[in-house]
C-alpha cells in the first residue's frame, strides 16, 4: 500500500519561513494536496494540485512536488498558522491516502 | 454555499451497529466522489471509504467487510453503514466532499460525529 511520511513537528518563529515536507514513493508523478487542522475544528484545504491555493487561503501559502517530496511553505508565518498539517495524494491502490500529519509551532 | 452535516454517531458497545449520515446542501451528492475520513482521539487523519460517482466503493483494509458506503441521490445525502464494530473504530468520522475526480482534493469537510465502542 502506497505511505507518505511527514515529520512530526515543526518550529518557527513568527515572520519566518516554515516548510513542511510529505515524502512518498514517486508522489511527484501524483497531486498533493495539504489539509490545516487546528485543535476540535474539521481539516480545511490550504493547497491542491501542488501548488494551487483554494479561495481565502492567504498568498503566504505555496506548494511544490517533485520526485518523492512535496512540500509546504508558510512564508512570514503568523501565530494563527500554528496548527497540524496533512498532505495527502490519490493512489490506485489506497486511493486516499494521508500522511501522518506534522504539528507546526509558532514560537 | 456547500456544506456538510454528519449525525448518527454516539456510544455503542462492541460488536454493536451504527449507520451516520452526511446531508450535503449546495452541491449534488451524485455527481461528486463522497468520502469519509476518521480521526481516532489524538490520532491522524485516516481515510476510511469512497464512493465514486459511478456508484463503486473503496475501503480501507482496517474496515472491508464490517462497513458500507452509500447515497441516497433523492435526499443528497452519504451514509456509512458500520457494523461489528470494535473499540478501534473509535474516532470523529468526517464526510468530505472529493470532487469529480481522483485527483480532486477534498475540498468541504463536514463538522464531525464522535462514535465510541465501549462496554
Known sequence: ?107 | EVQLVESGGGLIQPGGSLRLSCAASGFTVSTNYMTWVRQAPGKGLEWVSVIYSDDSTYYADSVKGRFTISRDNSKNTLYLQMNSLRAEDTAVYYCARQGAGTVAPLDSWGQGTLVTVSS
Open chain 1, 1 to 107: 500500500s502506497y505511505e507518505l511520511t511527514q515529520p512530526p513537528s515543526v518550529s518557527v518563529s513568527p515572520g519566518q519561513t516554515a516548510s513542511i515536507t510529505c515524502s512518498g514513493d514517486k508522489l511527484g508523478d501524483k497531486y498533493a494536496s495539504w489539509y490545516k487542522q487546528k485543535p476540535g475544528q474539521s481539516p480545511v484545504l490550504v493547497m491542491y494540485q501542488d501548488n494551487k491555493r483554494p479561495s481565502g487561503i492567504p498568498e503566504r501559502f505555496s506548494g511544490s512536488n517533485s520526485e518523492n517530496t512535496a512540500t509546504l511553505t508558510i512564508s512570514g508565518t503568523q501565530a494563527m498558522d500554528e496548527a497540524d498539517y496533512y498532505c495527502q495524494a490519490w493512489d490506485i491502490s489506497t486511493h486516499v491516502v494521508f500522511g501522518g500529519g506534522t504539528k507546526l509551532t509558532v514560537l
